[in-house]
């Protein structure tokens, strides 16, 4: 039934400093803004009559897919504990292929991160670097540096 991604979705604070921290940080371009107040999109989200959302849509490097940035205003919101533990929160995997350089110039920008670089020793990414950073509002972005998807497919030669 399923035929394919267009892109997903994350809630933030303020939609022009997450635009901004992809596009600057990891290379996504904008390729949409909207402010919609259309009530079927108020029902879709569970906010009707009320909500007004502040939407950037951004290319992802490499992929066919978009990040969707969501900003909803008027409605009362908080921030939640974004640990990665709790249920409810959700992250995303970006290939990269130098994960040293980035992470040194992400480190340098002052982008957070949930560890230093780590070495898979087990799965499709061994002997690869991973790490998980953190955006504006704690949404974590997994980075990968491996010649393996999920799936075990090949996605380049592995270096001897």
């Known amino acids: 039934m399923i035929t394919g991604c267009d892109h997903f979705a994350i809630q933030v604070a303020e939609v ?14 904008q390729v949409e803004r909207w402010s919609l107040r259309e009530p079927y999109v108020q029902r879709v989200v569970g906010h009707y009559p009320d909500v007004t ?17 969501l900003e909803y205003r008027d409605v009362p919101k908080q921030a939640i504990d974004t640990d990665t533990a709790n249920p ?29 670089l780590q070495t898979p020793t087990w799965g ?25 998807r999920s799936d075990g497919t090949l996605l380049r030669e592995v270096e001897s």
């Open 53 to 69: 959302l502040e939407i950037a849509v951004l290319s992802i490097p490499g992929t066919e897919l978009f990040l969707e940035i």
């Open 88 to 116: 409810g929160t959700a992250h995303f995997c970006l290939f990269v292929d130098d994960l040293e350089t980035l992470y040194a110039q992400l480190l340098e920008r002052g982008v957070e991160f949930v560890s230093e």
């Open 124 to 148: 499709p990414n061994l002997g690869g670097r991973l790490v998980y950073m953190k955006d504006p509002d704690g949404i974590r972005v997994e980075l990968v540096q491996t010649a393996r």
């Open 16 to 29: 022009e400093r997450s635009s901004r921290f992809y596009s600057e940080n990891l290379g996504f371009k």
